[in-house]
């Protein structure tokens, strides 16, 4: 069963009649019913997705049944080995990385990692990534470049735990090296921000030569409720904070943060996780195309002017 949002409860109601009305069918001829409430429902679902407000849109994008990086790699990268560790502390299982094939091309896969059930979000911490696991990123990076393998990276996080401990052992320095070897790393790197774009934690994984959000994921410099209880000392101006950062795909590929948008399916990528697989997989396609031809000194000046041009547009 989907997990339902606040507004979607006419959804449910609906749901609920199509299901009695299923249990009724070995008994009655009532097809035609049926077809005529799900056609009600699929309408309604489209239009409640194209009214959104954005505290709705939040909430989407932290969906509990949206698809997360595990999902990912197991549809669209074969014989995927995952690679553990930072070799310096510990392994962080808020980031999921290896190597393996996409549509027969090796690459490179990082990814932050969330869980279904509170049992796994403790042991991803929510998604929320230590000093370890950003140094593990480099890591993996480096082979990467060594070997000329593309990287591809899911980003899903509220943002870098901002734990004492993490701080303790370098949250900010390693996110800082994140971005130096982001930035002169000499293979095509590309990014996509699958459900929650949050902080520094996000934009670790983020100095990519083509960006993409899915369209009801969510991109910016803090959450909504950390601005709020930065700017007003309480978490209830949260969706005034959203709306003044402009953290949806539309704004941010208005701004030319990012290059694309994927489009979910009705009702988000929740409730067709294949399909939201499959347009991420075409994004992921034609951008290797455009890169793959590029030498490694064109990428890296490639990405240089690309990252130098955000913002001009607005000025």
């Known amino acids: 069963m989907v997990h339902l949002l606040p507004f979607e409860e006419p959804i449910a109601e609906l749901d609920k009649k199509i299901e009695e009305l299923e249990a009724l069918q070995g008994k009655f001829d009532i097809n035609n019913e049926i077809e005529i409430i799900r056609k009600r429902r699929n309408q309604l679902l489209k239009e409640l997705y194209n009214s959104l407000t954005l505290k709705e849109r939040v909430q989407i994008a932290r969906h509990p049944d949206r698809p997360h990086t595990d999902f990912y790699i197991e549809q669209l990268i074969e014989n995927f080995t995952k690679l553990s560790g930072d070799r310096l502390f510990k392994e962080d299982e808020a980031i999921i990385a290896g190597i393996g094939k996409f549509s027969g091309i090796p690459v490179a896969v990082i990814g932050h990692q969330k869980g279904e059930t509170t049992k796994d979000n403790l042991r991803y911490n929510f998604g929320m990534a230590r000093p370890e696991g950003y140094r593990k990123t480099q890591r993996i990076?480096?082979?990467?470049?060594?070997?000329?393998?593309?990287?591809?990276?899911?980003i899903d996080t509220p943002g870098a735990y901002p734990g004492p401990d993490a701080e303790e052992r370098g949250q900010a320095?390693?996110?800082?090296?994140?971005?130096?070897?982001?930035?002169s790393l000499k293979t095509p790197i590309i990014s996509i921000i699958t459900g929650e774009g949050g902080s520094g934690g996000a934009l670790a994984l983020a100095v990519a030569d083509r960006i993409a959000m899915l369209s009801y994921s969510i991109y910016g410099v803090i959450s909504p409720e950390g601005c709020s209880s930065i700017l007003w000392r309480s978490a209830d101006h949260a969706e005034q904070a959203a709306r003044?950062?402009?953290i949806t795909a539309k704004d941010l590929l208005q701004f030319g943060i990012i290059d694309e948008i994927i489009d979910e399916p009705p009702g988000g990528a929740h409730r067709d996780k294949l399909q939201t697989a499959e347009n991420i997989a075409a994004f992921i396609k034609k951008s290797l195309k455009e890169l793959k031809s590029l030498k490694s000194d064109k990428v890296v000046k490639a990405r240089y002017v690309k990252l130098r041009k955000i913002g001009s547009d607005l000025l």
Do not use: D, G, Q, T
């Open 173 to 183: 320095e390693a996110i800082a090296m994140n971005l130096y070897k982001m930035s």
């Open 244 to 246: 003044a950062m402009k």
């Open 141 to 154: 990076m480096s082979l990467a470049e060594k070997f000329r393998l593309p990287v591809i990276n899911f």
